[in-house]
């Protein structure tokens, strides 16, 4: 994809989220956009609650593979090398899911969603004042909202650096979305 092709997305998916002032109407519109944009078979946000847990909050599937959105998965396990990997704002490329040493606990979930190989890129906010928790760095100053990740579920995807980077780009102007609109719910 060329550069200007990208920046021109980034600039209308930019404007829809701008645009909109409810948060759930913005993930719905981003999973949406980013499965056509880079013709995945899923797209899911997972949410990380203050208290520890995460949830799967915003999914958009292809008809022949199961949604996850209702699955609880409870062991699921952030390793300290993913958050790490995270907070820096890294998006993660996962070419082999069944072979991806850092998430063996997601076998089942695997499994059942037919994944054979995803972009993972963290939803990360600046850190409110006192802000403490799991998903809270202190030392990179940012909070992880959150991840927004493609599933390729038809083949082994091979992806490009640069779709990564699209997807971290996106999921980057989310963050800024979600915190406008969480800060003017506070204040109002």
């Not at 038809?154 to 640069?162: I, P, Q």
Request: hydrophobic share 40%.
């Amino acid at each position: 994809m060329l550069q200007l092709q990208r920046q021109k997305i980034i600039q209308d998916i930019t404007q829809q989220i701008r645009s909109t002032l409810n948060v759930n109407h913005i993930l719905a519109t981003v999973t949406q956009q980013v499965k056509e944009l880079m013709q995945v078979e899923r797209v899911i946000i997972f949410r990380l609650f203050p208290n520890g847990r995460s949830q799967i909050v915003e999914e958009v599937v292809s008809s022949e593979y199961a949604a996850l959105k209702n699955y609880h998965w409870e062991d699921e396990k952030w390793s300290q090398e993913i958050l790490d990997c995270y907070w820096q704002g890294k998006p993660r490329i996962v070419p082999d899911v069944i072979n991806d040493i850092w998430t063996s606990c997601l076998v089942e979930y695997t499994t059942q969603g037919n994944i054979q190989s995803k972009i993972v890129a963290p939803i990360l906010q600046e850190l409110g004042e006192n802000e403490t928790g799991r998903w809270v760095s202190s030392e990179h100053k940012q909070k992880l909202w959150g991840v927004l990740v493609v599933h390729a579920c038809s083949t082994k995807r091979v992806w490009e650096e640069d779709e990564a980077q699209l997807l971290q780009q996106i999921a980057n102007q989310l963050a800024i979305a979600i915190q406008q609109l969480e800060h003017h719910h506070h204040h109002h």
